[in-house]
């Protein structure tokens, strides 16, 4: 019984060699991509948590020289925060804070500039939507109404559609464009959520212009 006991295990190692020696090294290439993939993962990981700590820091000082109002140093590090954090959270932050800034110092070219950084490179869509609504308001006052319109286009965050689709029908009436004012103005009102104190502008709005929220275009 042992004899046929080790005679079948034979069997068995003899296959088992044979699989192996046919099929060994796509295995082992297999194993390797997959524990490659998890390295890099947790490399990635890794290099993840790292540029968030250095990205932090460096917002910091943003912040610092900001609350300073010393707009050069603001720039420098924002360029910096561009140049090598630009797909952190705190790249379009810190070119939020940089706009205002130089909005109050009367900067506007740096001002627009910043939001048109942060509204071509943010990752999160909604830092995208507040810049190209700040932007908008910039260009409005610019009477760019051309230039605003086409900011305020393209995808745009769910939760920012309504301002978006107000700040379209503003941009309309400047323009001398009721209908597409109304139409705007009817599709910011449907978007808004009907908590909001703004909700009943939008709805005096339309008013101003001999229309209603009630229907819809």
């Not at 910091?60 to 609350?67: A, K, L, N």
């Not at 050069?72 to 797909?87: D, Q, V, Y």
């Not at 959270?89 to 109050?104: C, E, F, N, S, T």
């Not at 995808?155 to 309504?162: N, T």
């Amino acid at each position: 019984m042992a004899n046929n006991l080790n005679l079948e295990e034979q069997e068995q190692i003899d296959e088992l060699k044979h699989f192996w020696s046919r099929y060994g090294n796509l295995i082992t290439g297999a194993i390797v991509v997959v524990l490659g993939t998890l390295a890099a993962w947790n490399g990635y990981q890794y290099w993840q948590r790292t540029q968030s700590t250095q990205a932090a820091a460096l917002f910091d000082e943003v912040e610092r020289v900001v609350s300073s109002n010393d707009t050069e140093k603001a720039e420098r590090a924002f360029a910096e925060m561009k140049e090598r954090f630009p797909r952190t959270a705190y790249a379009p932050r810190a070119g939020l804070l940089l706009a205002k800034m130089a909005m109050d110092a009367d900067k506007v070219d740096a001002a627009k500039a910043a939001l048109a950084w942060v509204s071509e490179h943010a990752v999160d869509r909604a830092y995208v939507a507040i810049a190209r609504l700040r932007l908008s308001g910039i260009l409005i006052e610019a009477k760019a109404y051309d230039e605003a319109l086409k900011t305020l286009s393209g995808d745009i965050s769910d939760e920012f559609a309504g301002l978006v689709a107000d700040r379209r029908a503003d941009i309309f009436v400047l323009q001398d464009k009721k209908i597409e004012a109304i139409a705007q103005y009817k599709k910011a009102f449907k978007a808004l959520d009907d908590r909001l104190e703004y909700r009943r502008l939008v709805e005096v709005k339309l008013g101003a212009l001999g229309s209603t929220a009630e229907a819809t275009p």
